[in-house]
């Protein structure tokens, strides 16, 4: 993997994050205000899930 492709991927991973914010501001902040009353064990516990996720993401698509 060049660093060329790592800035690529985290160039992307902005966009992604921007698009909720940006299509439903509302929708976000109160989404938002959700995310805040978890406790620390569950945000841990979707942390992980994502890693996961992407870490299963990566293993798919990498030959």
Known sequence: ???DSLWL???????I???FP?????????MFAQLL???DGQ???FGLLSILAGLI???WLTP
């Not at 940006?22 to 109160?30: K, N």
Request: aromatic share 12%; net charge positive; proline share 3%.
């Open 37 to 39: 009353q978890l406790q």
């Open 22 to 30: 940006f299509v439903s501001p509302t929708g976000w902040r109160r």
């Open 1 to 3: 993997m060049s660093a």
């Open 43 to 45: 945000i841990r516990f």
């Open 17 to 19: 994050e921007g698009l």
């Open 9 to 15: 991927a985290l160039a992307l991973v902005l966009v």
């Open 57 to 59: 993401t990566i293993w």
